[in-house]
């Protein structure tokens, strides 16, 4: 099968109506631009990449904040961490929970351990998707991220998959080297030892092997084809099948039980750890926390509407959502395996609020919250943060009509087939609430006299056309 990835430069939208410079972005590395922009790379995780570079200005313009503590930026900031560090905390308890659920089924392999796994899996999810809007502007996480959610991958790297999968990709030469089954692979032309499906193999040398980023050996999207398998059934209903028995020693199908399991466990153990990292980078004396805590408080403000407008535009509503749209394609689908793409795109959009609002409900019922950005907007324009607000639940309720129509019965990716309309429509709905809601994110940055944000941006949406060449 042929699909669209989309390309890893582009032009970065601003929505003040300027087109920003089209040009490459350099991986973790900061550049001058002309006019005092900065650019940085907000690499597409996974296959597609769509590297688009997100700029922000903060050289020029500053603004007079009010003496309230609600409003006072260093208060602001310091609640957005404190947020980051619940998220990741939640994140890492859920993973945790994962991980002892893969050790059971590894133990005791049946169909009860095996659901079991991939429930805890699903609501391993649920705080980390939250925690995207932290991404964009914070490079310490940029740089992270693909450790843990890349996507989309090329599962042959894997494991064994269907014939309808293909043998070879012009893209990749490690598209089916199946390295469960193959205890050494070719890498750039070199034979490599895979004898060991350890964590240290799995992110120091199956991660991106050959530098294609397609190759994601680690993660949550890694753990899903492992615990589901590959979702056969296209537009139609179903997901990943999977069975038990692909990690009984005694009674094996497909072959490699024991080396599946290995990977399986190593890549659960490596979420773990990763996750702990981010969490320490939180921490009162962690490295992100520090960067914006010791930093302007202009450049930190900037960070979260950074994170916000992102996440809505390109990344959201561009590549996890109007390119699967466009090309009516399964593959596009976020959580592809198992069918879970409906709550992660929830969770996104309530995460884009909870930064806005600097709310976030734990996963023991306790709130997290304190000054926010969108107190500063209502003390400069409180037309503008009720505007914003609004938009904001409006999305939010868009994504849960995809979801109440996928519990009904009808999965994310038979939404975007081609020729259900009703589906397409509920799409299309949530997608046009985060175009809206972007538009006001920007004039909530207008208010508060920072300089010119732009954000990152997607061919899905700047120039679609692109997507069909």
């Not at 590959?230 to 080396?259: F, I, M, V």
Request: charged share 25%.
């Amino acid at each position: 099968m042929f699909f669209y990835r989309e390309p890893r430069i582009g032009a970065a939208t601003n929505f003040a109506g300027m087109l920003m410079p089209r040009r490459a972005c350099a991986h973790a590395r900061f550049a001058e631009f002309p006019w005092n922009w900065r650019k940085i790379m907000t690499a597409r995780n996974g296959g597609r990449l769509a590297a688009i570079c997100a700029t922000v200005a903060l050289t020029a313009a500053v603004f007079v904040l009010p003496a309230k503590a609600e409003t006072d930026a260093k208060a602001v900031i310091k609640t957005y961490a404190d947020i980051a560090l619940a998220k990741y905390e939640d994140s890492l308890t859920t993973a945790e929970a994962l991980d002892k659920a893969v050790d059971a089924l590894i133990a005791s392999p049946s169909a009860d351990t095996l659901q079991a796994a991939r429930e805890a899996w699903k609501a391993a999810r649920v705080p980390y998707q939250q925690t995207e809007v932290y991404r964009f502007g914070n490079k310490i996480v940029d740089d992270w991220e693909g450790r843990v959610n890349s996507w989309p991958l090329d599962e042959g790297l894997i494991d064994y998959v269907a014939k309808s999968y293909g043998t070879e990709s012009d893209e990749n030469a490690l598209y089916t080297a199946n390295v469960i089954a193959n205890k050494e692979i070719e890498i750039n032309g070199k034979k490599v030892d895979a004898s060991k499906l350890t964590p240290e193999f799995l992110s120091g040398t199956l991660q991106e092997a050959g530098g294609v980023e397609a190759n994601v050996a680690t993660g949550y999207h890694a753990i899903e084809f492992l615990l589901w398998g590959q979702d056969l059934h296209g537009t139609g209903p179903g997901a990943g099948e999977r069975t038990h028995t692909d990690y009984d020693l005694k009674n094996c199908s497909n072959g490699n039980c024991d080396r599946r399991a290995e990977y399986l466990k190593s890549a659960s153990d490596l979420l773990v750890s990763d996750l702990r990292e981010m969490v320490d980078n939180w921490k009162e004396d962690g490295a992100a926390r520090k960067n914006l805590i010791d930093g302007d408080a202009n450049a930190a403000i900037s960070t979260i509407f950074t994170g916000m407008g992102s996440l809505s535009y390109g990344e959201l509503a561009g590549e996890r959502m109007k390119l699967g749209l466009l090309l009516h394609d399964p593959e596009e689908e976020h959580d592809c395996f198992s069918d879970n793409t409906y709550n992660s795109h929830l969770y996104d959009a309530i995460g884009i609020r909870a930064a806005y609002h600097a709310s976030y409900t734990r996963l023991d019922g306790s709130v997290v919250s304190g000054p926010s950005v969108s107190d500063m907007v209502k003390a400069a324009d409180p037309a503008i943060e009720k505007e914003l607000s609004g938009k904001l639940d409006a999305t939010v309720a868009k994504m849960e009509a995809i979801k109440a129509r996928a519990l009904a019965g009808e999965a994310y990716d038979q939404q975007i087939a081609e020729g259900n309309t009703e589906g397409n429509a509920t799409v299309q709905a949530a997608i046009d609430a985060l175009l809206d809601q972007t538009k006001s994110i920007e004039r909530a940055v207008g208010s508060l006299k920072l300089n010119q944000i732009a954000f990152e941006g997607s061919d899905s949406l700047d120039a679609p056309d692109k997507v069909f060449k």
